[in-house]
């Protein structure tokens, strides 16, 4: 496989349809057929699901695609930075969803200090930057526990508490402006949305207290359960740091639970950390 062939099908998944990838693709539609039949011949596996007008794509194109997305965009950037290899210098670095509010002024006052540095951010999971990092796709990544840290060097840049929210405008004491926190007791008493991999830390928590927790959603983005919260359908829980973007429309308390918390942690590689120049000189700022 090559990266001619990655590009034929990221074009053909984006058009919908085999004919229209070959007219943008400037060539006719047998050459570019026998092509992916020849990519799923290689890959042992059907990636496409034709059909008289348009594609589908299997569980395993799906997978392809998503990887060969991240390739080609590695393939451009590369070819990027070589061309302006002497002129500047550029930083690879993965950020998750809910560290942004808290690490950008430090990456302001690195921008300051270095003005060449030009930036590769790639906005992700956990997950998803923990394979970036171990393909050395970027140099480094903000990451939030919990997660398994492996080989990875972390420093803690921050540790925060989770605070539930609920909409202002609910039926409840607890959404007055006099209540300054929420116990779990009370806590139990809502249907609640959160973030997927705090859900276990969740349920370990109540369960110690022999409480049930009511689970309403299970998300992939914090943001997810704000929306949640702020439509009336469930108390949102979350780190502390992003409270901020709603803050007008719902009611933020801290929860009285010392083992509901998370930490950011700044994680790179020990090869990292040898051969960049750049890692190390951001290293300093943290």
Known sequence: MDLKQMEYFKTIV?????????????????????????????????????GTKHVTLTDAGTIFYQRICRILELAENTAVEVSKAGLQKTFSLGLTPSTIPVVLNMLARFSDANPDVRFQIYDGSTFELQHLLDTKVIDAAFLRTPFAS?????????????????????????????????SLEQL?????????????????????????LNIFSICDDTRT???????????????????LEFSNELTVLPIKAKSLETSILFA?????????ELLKDFLKYI
């Open 14 to 50: 984006d058009t919908g349809s085999i004919n229209q990838a070959a007219k943008l693709l400037h060539m006719s539609q047998p050459p570019l057929s026998m092509s992916m039949k020849k990519l799923e011949e290689e890959l042992g596996t059907s990636l496409f699901t034709r």
């Open 150 to 182: 492996g080989d990875f060097k972390t420093i803690e840049i921050k540790k925060e508490p989770m605070v539930c929210a609920i909409p202002k405008t609910q039926d409840s004491s607890i959404s007055s402006s006099k209540a300054v926190s929420m």
């Open 188 to 212: 139990s008493k809502y249907p609640i949305s959160t973030y997927r991999r705090y859900q276990k830390l969740l349920n370990d928590t109540f369960t110690e207290q022999g409480l049930e």
């Open 225 to 243: 359960s704000l929306l949640w919260a702020k439509n009336g359908k469930a108390v949102a829980v979350f780190p502390k740091s992003l409270s």
């Open 268 to 276: 790179y590689t020990s090869e990292a950390q040898r051969s960049n």
